[in-house]
């Protein structure tokens, strides 16, 4: 074998930097989420995993919903600052500016380009984190973002995680076309 086995910690690829919005006890919180996928097409369905300990779970338990925002470049500092300090020693709710959109526990970032709202579908308890899946009732975008309607990444400019490095990363340039480069192989 010509590779090096670097243990089961090695995980580089990188992940998507959202900010979760939640609302619990009459104030929103806000934490710094990585572990966030689609996971179902229809219903849409998306996936988050937030630790037990994080003020963050104990809102979403309560409401059942949640919102993932999507924040820019310029956002990498205080993206990092609700990473670093929990709702339950501190209230964040003043850190952002919100909008309310379809839910009442769901936070809208009015900074970040692009806010979905999710309300929990299901949910699994692992070892250190709960699993929720939640289903996407409204994708909130910034017009100027978006190119045919569709959001558009250069104008996003969103920012990805990379652990255990632990390092921010900006997106690269366009390099194919999904569903798309492979026919040239048939
Ligand atoms: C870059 C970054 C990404 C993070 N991603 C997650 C995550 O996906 N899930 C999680 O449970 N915690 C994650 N955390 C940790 C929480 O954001 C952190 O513990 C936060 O203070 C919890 O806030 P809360 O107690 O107000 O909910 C991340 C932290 C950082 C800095």
Sequence with gaps: MAKKNIGNQGFTMPMPQAILGTHMDGRNNFMALAWVSRVNYNPPLMMISVGKRHYSNA??????????????VDLVEVTDFVGLVSGSKLDKSELFEVEKGELENAPIISKCPISIECKVYDSMELPNDTLFVGEVIATWCDEDTLTDDIPDIKK???????????????????????????????
């Design 59 to 72: 809102a979403i338990k309560a409401s059942g919903e949640f919102c993932v925002n999507i924040p820019s």
């Design 156 to 186: 996003v400019n969103p920012f990805t995680l990379t652990m255990p490095d632990n390092k921010y990363w900006s997106v690269g340039d366009c390099i194919g076309r999904a569903w798309h480069d492979g026919k040239k192989l048939k």
